[in-house]
């Protein structure tokens, strides 16, 4: 029962039927309660049927990474930002202690979901207005995986983005759109060369530059440079529209 039942409650998400997913997600729970894949079908369903605190539940006991970063993605949505830290650091031990940002920016495979992870302890920390930590921490996540744009954007939401330059460039393909030191340019000549360069790797790859999220997030962190040292008041969706 469970394998044919786990493969048709992803059906139902996949159509975005999350009540019918939900119904034989709770289904699947009563095989084996504590399954941590059962345990993320039936959180998600929960979580895309607007029903968080029934998937905060089901998330207590969670011991994987994928689920841990589940329910403290739950609890900060819900806004309860002190549950939401502790399921993010106590599986590296670190609930109850500052934030290690140096340590975190050289190794944060102890945090669920890792970069992703620093991110959501970013949120937190912005929310409780520790803005310092909250700055170490997006650019902690960045260090870590520089395509974490929500990281880049609260960066910049802060005043504290660094560089588009700094972030992307280990990416061949941005350095020569990136060579325009965006200062020096229009905001719009920056944005056209910027996209001119991930149509280019978005092509090479086979994906389109809407359907890519790493070359879209890549080029929106550029853009976003670009309009904030320019000062400029086009949007970043306007900038990369076609």
């Not at 280990?170 to 991930?198: H, S, Y």
Request: hydrophobic content about 45%; overall charge neutral.
């Amino acid at each position: 029962m469970g394998p044919p039942l786990v493969r048709l409650i992803e059906h139902y998400l996949s159509l975005h039927l999350h009540d019918t997913a939900s119904f034989l997600a709770e289904r699947l729970l009563t095989l084996d309660r504590f399954n941590e894949t059962y345990m993320h079908l039936a959180a998600c369903s929960y979580i895309y049927a607007g029903r968080r605190p029934e998937a905060i539940e089901i998330l207590r006991p969670a011991t994987t990474a994928a689920n841990q970063y589940l329910l403290g993605r739950a609890l900060v949505e819900e806004g309860r930002l002190a549950d939401a830290s502790e399921a993010l650091l106590r599986p590296a031990g670190l609930h109850g202690a500052p934030l290690p940002i140096d340590s975190l920016r050289a190794d944060c495979s102890k945090i669920p979901n890792g970069a992703a992870g620093l991110y959501l302890l970013g949120r937190i920390a912005e929310a409780q207005g520790r803005h310092e930590d909250a700055c170490g921490t997006y650019g902690a996540a960045l260090s870590h995986d520089p395509f974490l744009w929500c990281a880049y954007e609260r960066l910049a939401r802060l005043g504290r983005a660094p560089p588009a330059a700094k972030i992307l460039a280990m990416r061949p393909e941005f350095r020569n759109a990136l060579g325009l030191q965006v200062g020096g340019a229009a905001p719009a000549a920056a944005a056209a060369a910027l996209r001119a360069a991930a149509e280019t790797a978005s092509s090479e790859s086979g994906h389109s530059l809407h359907g890519g999220a790493a070359d879209r997030a890549a080029v929106a962190a550029a853009v976003a440079s670009a309009q904030l040292a320019a000062g400029g008041g086009a949007t970043i969706v306007q900038l990369l529209a076609p």
